[in-house]
């Protein structure tokens, strides 16, 4: 090999010495207040007197960081402390560490997986579901940097509060997993001003090709050029760009994670003269997955467009308050409404006539791991209370179909008549504590209109199904923009259930809009020959303009324990302007095919579509 010639191999640069030499860690500490500095020059102190730490300036302080006592387990809803250690090995000065310090992204991604790994299935499918909960990247404006060390051990920390939220789906074995990566992105090119600037300086200009037209009277008429004389157009390449540089390997930790509070809220109406008074239980249970205590340090309960007041009986007088596991604590609270254009912290209104409010439930509470370990909790869900009385049963206009063996969806025959959800039949209202008629007090009276806006609760059949749906909905849609109802479904019966909400399309009847002259008496009606005539007469129904079209046709709820409740949206977009209806929505219970219609829906008011806001420029 000549000494001119230089071996054939890698171009290595410092940004390449960096980004292979570098290391990242991660740290989850055992004690919630933790001083990174002490810990880290306790630990290097430690290491230094057993003899086991490495001599010489390309020593590496990470594996001596990881020494540092980490959680075990967390918990649902804590406000994690998180620490994340990178440390570089490369001899640099202190303008210069800066300077590539600012080049680096760190990010830390929070995810939940389920433990419980199956034990049989097929190849190739047993990938674990992840259920992203956090993802950062390290800002240095909001999360100062810390310092630590000289020279190549020093350390470049930084400490986040990661929220641990609930995955969406239930896990049998639930563990979270915290990964944190760190990228070099490439430098930022200096350009010279010169070259910033829109046009250059000291440069000959190119031929103007409308400079002969200067001098001619144009009258009338514009110049134009002929698109003969446009030039090809050369495409300039950009400068390549030097690629983004992973940082050594991701830091991983895996922990298992229990919820410490175990919430449960319910509601039930008392009977007091001509209201009814609705009251909130919240019973908190202390998990023992942890085998520590917890102490409670406040519990609030907020109504959108109503008020909740806490019951005189109740323990939380007494809060802060320590609970051992398996404890279990009950708050008892008086839940009013109010002027639904009362302040409050929610930022959707309650909705003008209706009787469904949101109801929001806030706990902070601390456990008591260790006396160093103290997690924070910090508990906030919302869910819907219904404030409307239990309504009566409804009964058909009609007589109904008495048969030995009827199908399930035909409803209860009761004296005859087939108890359905229909608005346009009310029982009658016999006094309080008399006995039943033995036979149906029936009052036939015109069905309510819906209200033009907001919500329609409709009890989906008799008292032996005690199932009750509610549908909430703006005032007022725009059209071709997307509106959602809010389906609210409460079990009052007492077997579980499984529904589905269809639907159904809006279909033409047959001879609707149209008279036909009475024919004689003496006349026989002749029977129809032709088969087009029969196909016409039966596609014909089902043609017709659609003027509000579903996005979702089928949605599937439960399974619904008694006394449970689930919401739920439908999605619309209407097609045209003025007052649109829908013919109703199927309820269909899944274990013994019962339907029922549900007709008394919000009407829906549809308007031209949202104009733009218009910019005035000074």
Known sequence: MSAGKQPRGHNRNLSTEISETARLDLIVPHASNLNIEEAVAQAVAKAEAEGSAVQGNTASNIPLVAHIEQRNNLFYDEKLPVFIVLQILVPLSDELYERYLARIAVSLEVAAIDGHKPQHGPPGRNQETVHMLFQTTVNEEETPRISVGESTKRLAVWKLEVPLGHPRARLNNPR????????????????????????????????????????????SHSPRLSAHRVSRVIPVTQAPQQAIRPIGYAAKRGFNIYPAINIRLRYSRIPSGNRHIVIASLDLEVTPFSHCSVTINSVNIAVAGGSATLVADSPSTELPVTCLPRDDMTFLYTLAQTDINTESAFTTPAAPGTQVRAISVSLEATALVSDTCRPCIFTNWTTTVDFAPPAAPHFPSHAGIQRAHRPPSLGAIVHGATVQASSGIRPGNPPPGAP??????????????PRPGYSSGIPSGPPTQGLTVTFTGPSRVYVGEAFTWSVFVVNRSSRMRKLALIVPPKRKRMGENKSLPAMPSNETPEPVIDETMVYQSHRSRYLEPAELVPLVNDIRIGPLMPSACHTTELKFVPLTTGLLTLEGVRVVDLNTNETTECRELPSIVSVGKRTPPQISVA
């Open 436 to 449: 039943p008629a033995p036979s149906p007090n029936v009052v036939f009276s015109p069905p309510k209109e």
């Open 176 to 219: 979270v997993l915290l990964t944190c990566s760190a990228t070099l992105r490439p430098a930022e090119l200096q350009k010279p001003l010169f070259e910033d600037d829109y046009m250059a300086s000291r440069q000959p200009m190119g031929i103007n090709l409308l400079e002969s037209f200067a001098e001619d009277p144009l009258m």
